[in-house]
Structure formats: C-alpha cells, structure tokens
C-alpha cells in the first residue's frame, strides 16, 4: 500500500513538473496558471460540477479497465464498450412507452447500457481465451467497429432532420441532475459510487476477488491450485464491459437524454489513465477519476492563459509517468 | 467498372493511399522483430506529419518536411525506448500513452506555432504523380530492402535475436538494448516518413490526421506474423479496400458509408479469429 502512494506521488510529482515546464513553453508562469487553475474550478459551483461529471464517466471506464487488468488483460477497448452502451442505453430509452414510470425505466435503460457493454467485453475474453487472439488487438479493431456501426444505426434509423442526435428518451428515465448550477453533474454518481463501493467488496473480501488477481499475478499459479483461469478471464471482461457500458448512464440518463455521435467519446481511453493512475484499487481509481476530471475542466478555465491541449497533453504524461514510476519504485524498495 | 478498376489513375491512387501504411507496417515489423511492442506507431505518424508540414512551412521545401518527418518518428521512437528499456516502463503502456500524447501534442504545438486550431498554414508537396514522388520510392524501396535486410544481414539476424533470444546475443557481446534502439530507430524513421506523406500529400497537416493508421499498420503486421514484406502487401490489400470505398462513393453504388471504412477492421479480426494459434507466433521475447 505505501508502495502504490510512493508511485503514484513521485508520478504526479514528475507530471507536475513536465507540465509546468509545458507552461514554460506557452509562455506563462507555472504557478499562476495552476492557482487560476484550482481558483476558477473550485471556486464556482458550475465548473465544479462539470469536474464530478467528468469523474463519474470517468471512474466507471477506470474499474472496467481495472478489472480486466486485475486479471491480467489489458482491456483498451472501454471506449467501443462506452458507446455500445450508449447506443443501447438510448434506444431502450427511447422505446418505452411514453409515462413509463422512473422504477422501471431507469433500471431497464441502465441493465441495457451494462449488457451492451459486456457483450463487446466478453466478445474480447472470448476470442482471447479461445482462439488466442491478443486483447489489446481484438480491442482497437472492435472499437473502431463498434462506433462505426453505432454511427451507422444513428444515421440509418435514430438521427433526424439532419442532426446527429436521436429522440429523446422517456421523462421517467431521466437521472435528476445534482443541482450544481446548472452543470451536467447528475444522479449517475450514485452508480459509479455503488461500483467503486461494489468493487472493493469483491477485490478485497470475497473469494472471487482472490481468484481474478491470482490469475492477472501469474496465470500458471493459479490454473495449479485449481482455478480456471479461461473462465475467470472471461467473466472479466464480462465484468469490465459491463462497468464501461454503465458509464453510458451519466452520459445519456444523467445528461444528454438522447444517442448522440461522439457522446461519451475519449472517456474510455482515459479510464486506462485513470485505472493506472489509481493503481487498479477501486477506491484509488475514483480518486484518480476526479484528478483527471479536475486536469479536463481546468484546462477549459484556463484556457485564456495557455491552450486547452496542454492539459490534454497532461492526460498522457500522468500516464507516463505512471507507467515509469512503477518499476522505478519497484526496484527502489527491493533494495 | 472493371475498365475504371484497372486504370492506371486507379492503380496510382491504390499507391497514394497505401505509401503511409507500408512504411508504418515495415517500420513495426521492424521494430517488433527486435522485441519492442509498437503501439507507439500511432504517434510516430502523427508526430511525423506534424513535423514534415511544419518544417515544409518554414522552408517551402518539401524535401526539408520529409527530413523532418523522419526525424519526428525516430525522435518518437528514441523517447519510447527510453522510458520502456532503459526505464523498464510497459511497453504497451508507452504506446497507449505517447498515442495520447501526440493527438493533444500535436494540436497543442498548432496553437502555439500556428495560432491555429485543427490546421497548419500551405505546405508545398511532391504532387499527386507517384512516380515523382521520392517518398513513394522509399516505401518501394523500403519494401524490398527490410525483408532482405532481416533475413540475410548481420544487423537482421542480430535484430531478430534480440526479439528472439536477447540471452544468446548478450552471450556473444552484443547489447540487446543497443541492438533494440537502432531498430527503433530505423522504424521510426520508416513510420515517419509515411507519417510525411499524410500531410505533405495533403499540403498540411490537420489534427487527428493519421486517424488510426498505425494501428491498422500494426494489426497488418501481426496478421502477417512479422513479416514485412506479407505486412506490405496487406497494407496494400487494405489500401485497395479504401480506393474501392471512394470510388462507390463517387459511383453512388449503395454501401453505407459507415460501413465501408470498417472492412479492414473486421478483416483482420476475421483473420485473427479462422486462423487463431496456427499464424507464426510472435517473436520470442516480445515485450520483455
């Protein structure tokens, strides 16, 4: 545990100075630019929410990505999970007879969004456990597939009037927004915190949680003690897909209420930022869910000092550094 | 149809297409011969058309923008193995992350030379004849050499030991990492040059141009089991499929058009799937 803060400080540490040497490079002071940074987001109820919403699409693809990688699969196709639940999500919004209460339509739009997702989740286990076929492969291909054809079916059947944007879905499946000013923040939250919550449960307190981390440690190991490790890899990323699909609920339900192209759209790459950053431990990932969130919105607010793709850049050297803090901090404590 | 199809104006834009794919596919092969994962591939293209139109720019000569090019994509790859051997960070981890890095890069330094959002100012290129175009003999000639070079040069053979079996090269006194960063280098090089052609052929660079190339240059790649000079014939193969897509576009023949870009895609996860554990496997030592 210490080990993991020793990590992620000395990463964020490094990725604090990288950017503020970027600062440097667009010709403003570091420290100004971070103050106005903190100042302006928490500093107004608006912008703050905007950073929870983030967060919350942002810690469900984190435990999707985190899952598989507890069981040893680099799953980085979230981003194809995502929008297979939102796709899902919306149509299922959508259909519902008009005055269908909130007890049931928000349940079925949120089972639609998590089985969407694990269906392209558990496609990646499948393939991988049965025909060998590497994850991180299988992963782009069907990303680039999935939001192709999610375009296709928009165009095809859902969008109207020349807008890449479906109907609406029924009032009843509506997530009531948490009231932060008007922002996009909204009752998906709860879901997320339920996960994160769910999460750390199964990882630390049941016999499941053992085996799937038995099985990312040192798969041999575990298929000698008896574990199935084919089977556990692909409920994982049954698992996993399902927790990406789930973040369609902040997108759709919470926000937009309606299929709409490029909905949710980056937010599954970045939980691999978010998975590795909060070193794959649930309630490490919310907390690095909020960092990024933080780094996104705040790149906005200050966009009048320096562009908004220096923290964008960020989102990139956070997992960097993560990735080279790892072994360094790995090799500093054996010895 | 068929008369269009076996045009010479047809068979000259399956080239065009194809020339960023080649170098990318060869430069992986080369690279993961050695024992690199390149996911990084994405960014060397990106970094490279980013470099080759703004040196292009500055000098008006696109001869300086491909230099440039092929500079970016080495530099790329000199900064990936450096954090994932000398620093023993995840590979893929590496590739992902400069992946992201060079999307938000590559617009951040738009902003700050260019004041531009999603484009940079006129660059002047090669034209749209293949055969005057230098970068399109680099890619034929590419073809050719890096098959040859692997399977019968001493820097080939030491290059796939590294991959292979990195123990037997350190026990004759060779440095697998030496070894591993030359090839990089070498494959950066390649990928950055195709990376030049995307924005030199387009006189300029926009954002997000190389649009997932790299990745399905590398998807070729492991389809043809490191192979480089299957992985270039692929990567023509998926260079026809995008010329038949735009000329069904141009000749309205009902395909959606969602659809089409998608058909290299579903390819090889239709190979990756039939064919299963029976391809080549990797080499050896892939990632470690």
Same mark, same amino acid.
């Given at each position: 545990?210490?080990?993991?803060?020793?990590?992620?400080?000395?990463?964020?540490?490094?990725?604090?100075?990288?950017?503020?040497?970027?600062?440097?490079?667009?010709?403003?002071?570091?420290?100004?630019?971070?103050?106005?940074?903190?100042?302006?987001?928490?500093?107004?109820?608006?912008?703050?929410?905007?950073?929870?919403y983030k967060?919350t699409g942002l810690a469900l693809t984190g435990l999707a990505?985190?899952?598989?990688?507890?069981?040893?699969?680099?799953?980085?196709g979230a981003e194809g999970q995502l929008t297979a639940g939102v796709l899902a999500c919306a149509v299922v919004g959508q259909a519902?007879?008009?005055?269908?209460?909130?007890?049931?339509a928000i349940p079925a739009c949120t089972l639609a969004a998590a089985l969407a997702g694990a269906a392209i989740g558990?496609?990646?286990?499948?393939?991988?456990?049965?025909?060998?076929?590497?994850?991180?492969?299988?992963?782009?291909?069907?990303n680039?597939?999935v939001v192709?054809?999610a375009?296709?079916i928009g165009?095809?059947?859902l969008?109207?009037?020349?807008?890449?944007r479906g109907?609406?879905i029924?009032?009843?499946a509506e997530l009531?927004?948490?009231?932060?000013?008007?922002?996009a923040?909204n009752a998906s939250i709860v879901i997320a915190?339920?996960c994160?919550?769910?999460?750390?449960?199964?990882?630390?307190?049941?016999?499941?949680?053992?085996?799937?981390?038995?099985?990312?440690?040192?798969?041999?190991?575990?298929?000698?003690?008896?574990?199935?490790?084919?089977?556990?890899?692909?409920?994982?990323?049954?698992?996993s897909g399902a927790l990406a699909g789930l973040a369609a609920t902040n997108f759709v339900l919470g926000h937009k209420h309606a299929f709409e192209e490029g909905l949710g759209r980056g937010t599954g790459?970045?939980g691999?930022?978010?998975?590795?950053?909060?070193?794959?431990?649930?309630?490490?990932?919310?907390?690095?869910?909020?960092?990024?969130?933080?780094?996104?919105?705040?790149?906005?607010?200050?966009?009048?000092?320096?562009?908004?793709?220096?923290?964008?850049?960020?989102?990139?050297?956070?997992?960097?550094?993560?990735?080279?803090?790892?072994?360094?901090?790995?090799?500093?404590?054996?010895? | 149809?068929?008369?269009?199809?076996?045009?010479?104006?047809?068979?000259?834009?399956?080239?065009?297409?194809?020339?960023?794919?080649?170098?990318?596919?060869?430069?992986?092969?080369?690279?993961?011969?050695?024992?690199?994962?390149?996911?990084?591939?994405?960014?060397?293209?990106?970094?490279?058309?980013?470099?080759?139109?703004?040196?292009?720019?500055?000098?008006?000569?696109?001869?300086?923008?491909?230099?440039?090019?092929?500079?970016?994509?080495?530099? %790329? /790859?000199?900064?990936?193995?450096?954090?994932?051997?000398?620093?023993?960070?995840?590979?893929?981890?590496?590739?992902?992350?400069?992946?992201?890095?060079?999307?938000?890069?590559?617009?951040?330094?738009?902003?700050?030379?260019?004041?531009?959002?999603?484009?940079?100012?006129?660059?002047?290129?090669?034209?749209?004849?293949?055969?005057?175009?230098?970068?399109?003999?680099?890619?034929?000639?590419?073809?050719?050499?890096?098959?040859?070079?692997?399977?019968?040069?001493?820097?080939?053979?030491?290059?796939?030991?590294?991959?292979?079996?990195?123990?037997?090269?350190?026990?004759?006194? %060779?440095? /697998?990492?030496?070894?591993?960063?030359?090839?990089?280098?070498?494959?950066?090089?390649?990928?950055?040059?195709?990376?030049?052609?995307?924005?030199?052929? %387009?006189?300029?660079?926009?954002?997000?141009?190389?649009?997932?190339?790299?990745?399905?240059?590398?998807?070729?790649?492991?389809?043809?089991?490191?192979?480089?000079?299957?992985?270039?014939?692929?990567?023509?193969?998926?260079?026809?499929?995008?010329?038949?897509?735009?000329?069904?576009?141009?000749?309205?023949?009902?395909?959606?058009?969602?659809?089409?870009?998608?058909?290299?895609?579903?390819?090889?996860?239709?190979?990756?799937? %039939?064919?299963?554990?029976?391809?080549?496997?990797?080499?050896?030592?892939?990632?470690?």
């Amino acid at each position: 545990m210490r080990r993991e803060v020793a990590t992620v400080g000395i990463a964020l540490l490094a990725a604090l100075a990288i950017g503020s040497a970027l600062i440097l490079v667009a010709g403003r002071s570091p420290g100004h630019v971070w103050f106005a940074m903190l100042a302006r987001t928490l500093g107004d109820p608006y912008l703050f929410g905007q950073i929870l919403y983030k967060a919350t699409g942002l810690a469900l693809t984190g435990l999707a990505v985190a899952l598989a990688l507890d069981a040893g699969l680099f799953n980085i196709g979230a981003e194809g999970q995502l929008t297979a639940g939102v796709l899902a999500c919306a149509v299922v919004g959508q259909a519902l007879p008009a005055g269908t209460p909130a007890i049931l339509a928000i349940p079925a739009c949120t089972l639609a969004a998590a089985l969407a997702g694990a269906a392209i989740g558990v496609t990646i286990g499948a393939l991988r456990v049965t025909r060998g076929a590497h994850e991180v492969i299988t992963s782009i291909m069907l990303n680039a597939i999935v939001v192709g054809v999610a375009l296709w079916i928009g165009n095809a059947v859902l969008f109207r009037g020349g807008a890449t944007r479906g109907g609406a879905i029924v009032a009843g499946a509506e997530l009531p927004p948490l009231g932060l000013a008007g922002s996009a923040a909204n009752a998906s939250i709860v879901i997320a915190a339920l996960c994160v919550g769910g999460m750390w449960w199964l990882r630390a307190r049941t016999t499941w949680g053992a085996a799937w981390r038995a099985v990312g440690r040192d798969p041999a190991a575990a298929r000698s003690v008896g574990i199935g490790v084919g089977r556990v890899q692909i409920l994982a990323m049954l698992g996993s897909g399902a927790l990406a699909g789930l973040a369609a609920t902040n997108f759709v339900l919470g926000h937009k209420h309606a299929f709409e192209e490029g909905l949710g759209r980056g937010t599954g790459l970045l939980g691999i930022s978010a998975a590795l950053l909060g070193r794959l431990h649930p309630l490490g990932v919310a907390l690095a869910a909020i960092l990024l969130g933080f780094l996104s919105v705040g790149g906005l607010a200050v966009n009048d000092l320096v562009p908004k793709e220096l923290t964008e850049m960020l989102q990139g050297v956070v997992l960097l550094s993560v990735a080279v803090a790892v072994p360094w901090v790995r090799r500093r404590w054996a010895q | 149809m068929i008369s269009i199809l076996l045009s010479a104006t047809f068979g000259a834009q399956i080239l065009r297409i194809a020339i960023p794919y080649v170098l990318a596919a060869l430069g992986g092969a080369i690279t993961e011969r050695s024992g690199v994962v390149d996911l990084a591939l994405e960014a060397k293209l990106l970094f490279g058309a980013f470099a080759a139109a703004a040196v292009g720019h500055a000098t008006s000569s696109p001869m300086a923008g491909l230099a440039a090019g092929i500079a970016a994509g080495a530099l %790329v /790859a000199g900064v990936q193995i450096g954090l994932a051997l000398w620093l023993a960070a995840d590979q893929v981890i590496v590739g992902v992350a400069l992946n992201l890095l060079a999307l938000a890069g590559t617009r951040f330094l738009l902003q700050l030379l260019f004041d531009e959002g999603s484009n940079s100012p006129y660059t002047p290129g090669f034209g749209d004849a293949v055969l005057g175009n230098p970068i399109a003999w680099l890619a034929l000639v590419a073809a050719i050499a890096v098959p040859l070079a692997l399977r019968h040069t001493r820097w080939g053979l030491r290059l796939r030991a590294a991959g292979d079996r990195p123990e037997a090269l350190a026990a004759v006194g %060779v440095s /697998a990492t030496r070894t591993r960063l030359f090839a990089a280098l070498v494959g950066g090089a390649l990928a950055g040059a195709g990376g030049a052609q995307l924005s030199l052929s %387009v006189n300029g660079f926009s954002a997000d141009m190389s649009g997932g190339r790299g990745y399905i240059a590398l998807a070729m790649v492991i389809l043809a089991g490191w192979r480089p000079a299957w992985a270039a014939i692929a990567c023509v193969g998926v260079a026809l499929g995008e010329s038949l897509r735009i000329y069904f576009q141009v000749a309205d023949v009902a395909i959606p058009r969602e659809l089409a870009p998608l058909v290299p895609y579903v390819l090889t996860l239709v190979v990756l799937v %039939v064919l299963g554990g029976k391809r080549r496997p990797p080499p050896a030592s892939l990632g470690k």
